[in-house]
């Protein structure tokens, strides 16, 4: 199974600052990455979707970058509903789907 | 508007079983693979199992033999039967869409199954 590890695992940060959170895949998935947005009590919502093709509806303030192993999801100018738990996920080979473990973005 | 909404949630005994339902509205079910992925409380997301729009059907480890998903799309439904469950069952069961682009596009609001004696 491809393992799927994220960086940090929580960062502190203001509104208006830029946000990068890294995944690392275990091994080369080409661009089959996905990012998700969970708020507490809520169910994931999709941002991103084959390394960086953003989900309609989604703010342009959020841009993802990537091939291989290694990707990045930023956001561009932290806004207060940006904070949450955001997770990566490889579609790339499967069974399994798998998940990164989160990075929860909170208020400093 | 595309919905699905999960029920079948609840406190059961090890050992036990119990059947989640998702039904599905705003899109042509039939044309759409669908997921169920988990999340225990305060835990990171975890799949759970998918079926093809053909009926094939996938599983983690962690489930197979005692897990079950299925469709009806004349119903626009789809099920998980969950047999033999162990406390680290316990979770947030998710049905999901899945996305031509590999990922998954639409999340219901989830239900909780507890297991515990």
């Known amino acids: 199974d491809i393992q799927m590890t994220q960086s940090p695992s929580s960062v502190s940060a203001s509104v208006g600052d830029r946000v990068t959170i890294t995944c690392r895949a275990s091994q080369g998935i080409s661009s089959w990455l996905a990012w998700y947005q969970q708020k507490p009590g809520k169910a994931p919502k999709l941002l991103i979707y084959a390394a960086s093709s953003l989900q309609s509806g989604v703010p342009s303030r959020f841009s993802g970058s990537g091939s291989g192993t290694d990707f990045t999801l930023t956001i561009s100018s932290l806004q207060p509903e940006d904070f949450a738990t955001y997770y990566c996920q490889q579609a790339n080979s499967f069974p399994p789907w798998t998940f990164g473990q989160g990075t929860k973005v909170e208020i400093k | 508007e595309v919905q699905l909404v999960e029920s079948g949630g609840g406190l059961v005994q090890p050992g036990g079983s119990l059947r989640l339902s998702c039904a599905a509205s705003?899109?042509?079910?039939?044309?759409?693979?669908m997921h169920w992925v988990r999340q225990a409380t305060g835990k990171g997301l975890e799949w759970v199992s998918a079926?093809?729009?053909?009926?094939?059907?996938y599983y983690p480890g962690s489930v197979k033999g005692r897990f079950t998903i299925s469709r009806e799309n004349a119903k626009n439904s789809l099920y998980l039967q969950m047999n033999s469950l162990r406390a680290g069952d316990t979770a947030v069961y998710y049905c999901?869409?899945?996305?031509?682009?590999?990922?998954?596009?639409?999340w219901g609001q989830g239900t909780l199954v507890t297991v515990s004696s």
């Open positions: 079926i093809g729009t053909a009926g094939d059907t």
């Open positions: 999901a869409r899945g996305f031509p682009g590999r990922a998954f596009d639409y």
């Open positions: 705003g899109f042509t079910f039939s044309s759409y693979d």
